[in-house]
C-alpha cells in the first residue's frame, strides 16, 4: 500500500510564487545589526543574533491570511549561496519524516490516530540528484485521552521506539514534521520537551513541511507519510478496533499504541 518513493530535487512545482528567506532573533534588545560576511566560505553571520534561531523559510502569500509556511529548517547563516538541500548536508547526516493522522470518530472510547515514519536511508553526504524515501514504521494509537494532541506522541514513537539509541548517539538526523512550528525553535533548544517531560536528543533536530504542495524534497517526504498513515487508518476501520486491542501495545501516557506489521515488502500493512 506504502511503496517506497524516489523524487528528484525540483522546486518551484506549481504556479503559486514561493518567497524563500532566512531569519533569526537577536540575543538581547540591540539598536543595531553588525553583518560581517566570510568571503572564503560565502557565509554571512550577524553576530547580534542567537545561531540556534537561524531558520531558513519558504512562503506563499495567501489572501486576507498570514503567509503560507511551506518549508522551515535550521540554518547555519543568512547567506544563501548553498540549496536547501546542500545546506542541510553540513548540518544533518540523515533524514526522517513523521506524520500523524485522526479519525473524528471514536471507538469504544479510544480516538484513534496513526504515526507513519519514512526515512531517508543513505547518508546525506553520499546523495545526488535523487533521494529514495523509504517507509521505516507506523504505529496505531488508541488514547482515552480524547484532548491530548496526537502528533507529538508520534514524535516520540519515532525517537524512542523505531530508532537504535546508538544510532541517535552517532549520527545527525535531521526530522521532518508537519506541525507545531512556533515551538520548534524552544524544543531544538532544549528549552522545552517535545513530549510530556522528553527532550530532543541532542543529535536530532526538528524541521517543518506542509504536505499542501511541493516546495523541496521534505514536503514530498512528509506527504509520504501522510498517506501512509491514512492507508492504515481505512484499513482499521475496516478490521475494527477488537482485533488490535488484541495484541500487546505500547504505553505512551493514556495512550495504547501498537506497531503496524507489513505483510509485503512495499507496503505497511
Not at 11 to 19: A, C, F, L, S, Y
Amino acid at each position: 500500500m506504502a511503496k517506497k518513493g524516489k523524487k528528484k530535487r525540483k522546486q518551484g512545482q506549481d504556479k503559486i510564487p514561493r518567497d524563500l528567506y532566512v531569519y533569526g532573533q537577536v540575543k538581547e534588545n540591540v539598536s543595531s545589526l553588525t553583518l560581517e560576511y566570510d568571503p572564503t566560505t560565502q557565509q554571512l553571520h550577524i553576530p547580534e543574533i542567537d545561531p540556534s534561531s537561524i531558520r531558513r523559510q519558504i512562503t506563499h502569500k495567501r489572501e486576507s491570511k498570514d503567509d503560507k509556511v511551506l518549508y522551515s529548517a535550521p540554518a547555519n547563516d543568512f547567506s544563501m549561496s548553498l540549496g536547501d538541500f546542500a545546506e542541510l548536508k553540513t548540518r544533518f547526516d540523515y533524514l526522517m519524516a513523521v506524520d500523524t493522522n485522526t479519525l473524528t470518530e471514536i471507538h469504544q472510547g479510544y480516538r484513534v490516530s496513526v504515526c507513519s515514519i519514512y526515512v531517508v536511508k543513505e547518508p546525506l553526504h553520499s546523495l545526488g540528484a535523487e533521494i529514495r524515501y523509504d517507509h521505516h514504521a507506523s504505529y496505531i494509537i488508541l488514547n482515552t485521552d480524547h484532548e491530548a494532541k496526537s502528533e507529538p506522541i508520534g514524535w516520540h514513537l519515532a525517537i524512542a521506539r523505531s530508532l537504535d539509541p546508538l544510532f541517535l548517539q552517532s549520527c545527525k538526523i535531521g526530522m521532518i514534521v508537519d506541525s507545531e512550528l512556533g515551538k520548534h525553535l524552544d524544543i531544538n533548544s532544549g528549552r522545552e520537551p517535545y513530549y510530556g517531560e522528553s527532550y530532543l536528543p541532542p543529535s536530532l533536530r526538528f524541521l517543518y513541511a506542509s504536505s499542501d504542495k511541493s516546495a523541496t524534497y521534505a514536503n514530498d517526504m512528509i506527504r509520504l507519510c501522510d498517506n501512509a498513515a491514512t492507508m492504515v487508518l481505512d484499513e482499521f476501520k475496516r478490521i475494527g478496533i477488537a482485533d488490535v486491542l488484541r495484541h500487546k501495545p505500547i504505553e505512551v501516557g493514556t495512550a495504547l499504541c501498537f506497531p503496524v506489521i507489513s505483510t509485503h515488502p512495499d507496503e505497511i500493512l
